[in-house]
């Protein structure tokens, strides 16, 4: 992977941890305050979400730059515990309730954990994937 895709995704992570962290701990609050109180639950839930992702995508990155440094392998950097970690979606309908600027900053931070996602199913490792055996036989169950 070059160095340069690294250097800059690894540079825009971190100035959209900035926004976000700015945003979460002043405006944001104040904005938070003022919605319903299922609303303020949600908007931390988003919050919450936001910073994980970002936290994973940095840390593929870190990854990235340990590999480009000699300081990994590129085969330790395919290990399962260096991939990029998962993230749970945001559900629309919550986040269209949401102030504008959480809106923002939820889709810029799915965005960039959706290329960085598509960089590391590209290194050819593997995705855990669920059993459709497992499947069949978890419904089974919940069926008798």
Same mark, same amino acid.
């Given at each position: 992977m070059a160095a340069r895709l690294v250097d800059s995704l690894y540079l825009e992570a971190m100035v959209?941890?900035?926004?976000v962290r700015a945003y979460f701990d002043e405006p944001g609050?104040?904005?938070?305050?003022?919605?319903?109180?299922?609303?303020?639950?949600s908007f931390s839930c988003e919050s919450l979400k936001v910073t994980t992702r970002?936290?994973? /995508?940095? =840390?593929? *990155?870190?990854?990235?730059?340990?590999?480009?440094?000699?300081?990994l392998t590129p085969e330790q950097a395919r290990e399962p515990g260096r991939r990029l970690g998962g993230a749970h979606d945001?559900?629309?309908? /919550?986040? =269209?309730? *949401?102030?504008?600027t959480a809106r923002h900053l939820i889709a810029?931070?799915?965005?960039?954990?959706d290329r960085v996602d598509r960089l590391d199913r590209d290194m050819g490792g593997f995705r855990a994937v669920p059993s459709p055996a497992r499947s069949?036989?978890?419904?089974?169950q919940q069926a008798f």
């Open positions: 959209l941890a900035d926004e609050r104040a904005e938070r305050d003022a919605l319903s109180p299922l609303a303020r639950v970002l936290m994973h /995508v940095i =840390a593929w *990155l870190l990854v990235r730059k340990a590999v480009e440094a000699g300081e945001s559900d629309p309908q /919550v986040v =269209a309730d *949401l102030p504008p810029a931070s799915r965005d960039l954990y069949l036989v978890e419904r089974l």
